[in-house]
Nanobody, 129 residues
């Protein structure tokens, strides 16, 4: 189990916004990359955003320009602001970390690594047309 607790999520109409947060119980998590991934029935798992120790961020092309990842190290918390949501964004969203390497590498790890021990709690996001 990973000591990450997510809040947020819910149901919105297309074009709406949601904000997810993930709280880490240990400050040391933020010495490494943290991020978000999502899973939906019938779709491949997708790492969608990753942030490193210095605040550099990488996004999957599917969410670039619509989602914003940020963090507050003093609160041991990171966030995913999701704007202009689309029905294709409907999925279970998970915060994840720590992940070694660059933010681009972290996206790949979240997408392709089948072990889930570094995942935190998931939250459902549903976007209706």
């Amino acid at each position: 189990q990973v000591p990450l607790v997510v809040s947020g999520g819910g149901s919105v109409q297309a074009g709406g916004s949601l904000r997810l947060s993930c709280a880490a119980s240990e400050y040391g998590y933020y010495q490494y990359c943290m991020g978000w991934l999502r899973q939906a029935p019938g779709k491949e798992r997708e790492g969608i955003a990753a942030i490193d120790r210095d605040g550099n961020v990488a996004y999957a092309d599917s969410v670039k320009g619509r989602f914003t990842l940020s963090k507050d190290n003093t609160k041991n918390t990171f966030y995913l602001q999701m704007d202009n949501l689309k029905p294709d964004d409907s999925a279970m969203y998970y915060c994840a970390g720590p992940i070694v390497g660059s933010t681009i590498e972290a996206l790949s790890v979240m997408t392709h690594d089948d072990q889930t021990s570094y995942w935190g709690q998931g939250t459902q996001v549903t976007v209706s047309a």
